[in-house]
């Protein structure tokens, strides 16, 4: 259980994020429910909140700096300071690498690794200070493999598994443990956006034959987000379906 567990979850207002969000409120967490579009923020806040568990909403843009101290702000105004941080904010955008543009590519850095680098550390300092606390990067298993017409999205992905290494090693002794997941094609309005053809085609590769469900990458999260991953610290799980296989 996490009772007195403050949670961020951004990208929350759909698909993985949501999931998760309902997921952590469920185990016991105050949950600040993050998204761009401030309806769907609202929507899964208050979803939690029927169910039952304590939940507030934020909009904003993960990639804007004063958007993101202002997440941080009001998530201690309305439980205190965020002990538990899942960076899944996402973004999609599928073409062939010769057709992407400087736009495109900057676009999809800024919210997958940029907002990945401001939320982390709009919240690492109090955790550091009070000696615990968890961080939980959304990566894909196209960070892992790549994927054709996604090259700027594999990239950006592989990005965060470095970063989650990386800030691993840095901060793990002083008591905050942060992690990954790499859930490979998962029935999300995200995934559905890509084309027919992609969808198709990632199906036939996959040993098991079909695409995750939301609450089966919440329930990973949920896994490292416990006392019972005491010992994974630096590491990317992947419920990939099969896709990727270490």
Same mark, same amino acid.
């Given at each position: 259980?996490?009772?007195?567990?403050?949670?961020?979850?951004?990208?929350?207002?759909?698909?993985?994020?949501?999931?998760?969000?309902?997921?952590?409120?469920?185990?016991?967490?105050?949950?600040?429910?993050?998204?761009?579009?401030?309806?769907?923020?609202?929507?899964?806040?208050?979803?939690?909140?029927?169910?039952?568990?304590?939940?507030?909403?934020?909009?904003?843009?993960? $990639?804007?700096?004063?958007?993101?101290?202002?997440?941080?702000?009001? %998530?201690?105004?309305?439980?205190?300071?965020?002990?538990?941080? &899942?960076?899944?904010?996402?973004?999609?955008?599928? $073409?062939?690498?010769?057709? !992407?543009?400087?736009?495109?590519?900057?676009?999809?850095?800024?919210?997958? &690794?940029?907002?990945?680098? !401001?939320?982390?550390?709009?919240?690492?300092?109090?955790?550091?200070?009070?000696?615990?606390?968890?961080?939980?990067?959304?990566?894909?298993?196209?960070?892992?493999?790549?994927?054709?017409? !996604?090259?700027?999205?594999?990239?950006?992905?592989?990005?965060?598994?470095?970063?989650?290494?990386?800030?691993?090693?840095?901060?793990?002794?002083?008591?905050?443990?942060?992690?990954?997941?790499?859930?490979?094609?998962?029935?999300?309005?995200? &995934?559905?956006?890509?084309?027919?053809?992609?969808? %198709?085609?990632?199906?036939?590769?996959?040993?098991?034959?079909?695409?995750?469900?939301?609450?089966?990458?919440?329930?990973? &999260?949920?896994?490292?987000?416990?006392?019972?991953?005491?010992?994974?610290?630096?590491? %990317?799980?992947?419920?990939?379906?099969?896709?990727?296989?270490?």
């Amino acid at each position: 259980m996490m009772r007195g567990e403050i949670a961020i979850v951004t990208g929350a207002g759909s698909g993985i994020g949501r999931a998760v969000a309902q997921r952590l409120a469920a185990d016991g967490a105050a949950v600040m429910v993050n998204d761009i579009g401030a309806e769907r923020a609202k929507a899964v806040r208050d979803e939690i909140r029927a169910a039952g568990h304590r939940a507030e909403a934020f909009a904003g843009d993960v $990639a804007l700096e004063g958007d993101v101290a202002a997440l941080a702000a009001a %998530t201690r105004q309305a439980f205190g300071d965020c002990t538990l941080l &899942v960076n899944n904010a996402g973004h999609v955008h599928q $073409a062939r690498f010769m057709e !992407l543009t400087p736009a495109d590519f900057d676009r999809m850095f800024a919210v997958h &690794v940029r907002g990945t680098f !401001l939320c982390t550390q709009a919240v690492l300092g109090p955790m550091l200070a009070a000696g615990r606390g968890g961080i939980i990067n959304m990566a894909s298993q196209l960070g892992q493999i790549g994927g054709i017409e !996604l090259v700027h999205y594999s990239a950006a992905k592989a990005a965060i598994i470095g970063m989650t290494k990386s800030l691993a090693r840095e901060v793990s002794a002083r008591g905050v443990r942060v992690n990954a997941v790499a859930p490979g094609p998962v029935n999300t309005p995200l &995934v559905r956006a890509l084309s027919d053809e992609w969808r %198709t085609a990632k199906t036939a590769e996959l040993p098991l034959g079909r695409f995750g469900a939301p609450e089966e990458i919440a329930a990973t &999260v949920a896994f490292l987000a416990s006392d019972a991953a005491g010992l994974f610290v630096g590491q %990317t799980l992947g419920p990939n379906s099969g896709d990727v296989m270490l």
